[in-house]
């Protein structure tokens, strides 16, 4: 099995999971209370080394992996049937997939709002005035609300990275080098 397979395995179990949890709580009209949990359940995972290892683990059996996912969905008080996803998925020994899983949520509530999510990269963090003004400028373009995703790649130099959809705005420095670079080499 190659790799690409075995992303698009993870991404259709991620998909089945994450429709039913989506399914259940729109029924129960609680979606900023499932977006609140994704938000918890991302800083968790984003900060805990041993809850990303036990997830992805095989050294840990079902019923240590349940205890423990059970454990901390309880502490952390997600929705209850986003809690009983996450035991349905250590049972069948699918927790490798939460992050696709929360990913996939995400996209889910966005479009459910009306939101379009944006991927921006840049040299150094965005303050909130700058993610608000980007995010204005971005609907103006796109048409509907834009949730700004925004991490921090040094080596961009300088200047954004912003991939919305299938578009992808770059003016980063590092891009505008690499231009000049090419001209350069066309002429001489």
């Given at each position: ?166 578009r992808m705005i770059d003016t980063s ?16």
């Amino acid at each position: 099995m190659d790799v690409s397979e075995s992303a698009s395995v993870s991404s259709g179990i991620a998909e089945r999971y994450a429709t039913a949890v989506f399914g259940l709580v729109k029924e129960e009209n609680a979606l900023p209370k499932l977006e609140a949990s994704l938000d918890d359940l991302s800083r968790a995972l984003e900060d805990s080394a041993d809850l990303r290892d036990l997830l992805s683990s095989p050294v840990y059996s079902r019923d240590e992996q349940g205890a423990a996912v059970m454990a901390v969905a309880e502490k952390m008080g997600l929705l209850p049937a986003f809690r009983n996803a996450l035991g349905l998925m250590a049972q069948k020994r699918r927790l490798f997939v939460v992050p696709h899983m929360v990913r996939r949520l995400r996209e889910m509530i966005a479009a459910e709002k009306g939101e379009v999510t944006a991927e921006v990269a840049s040299a150094q963090p965005l303050s909130a005035d700058q993610s608000a003004k980007l995010a204005e400028t971005l609907k103006a373009q796109v048409g509907s609300d834009v949730k700004i995703n925004a991490t921090v790649d040094e080596s961009l130099i300088g200047g954004l990275v912003v991939k919305v959809g299938s578009r992808m705005i770059d003016t980063s420095i590092k891009a505008k080098l690499a231009s000049l670079q090419n001209a350069m080499k066309e002429v001489g």
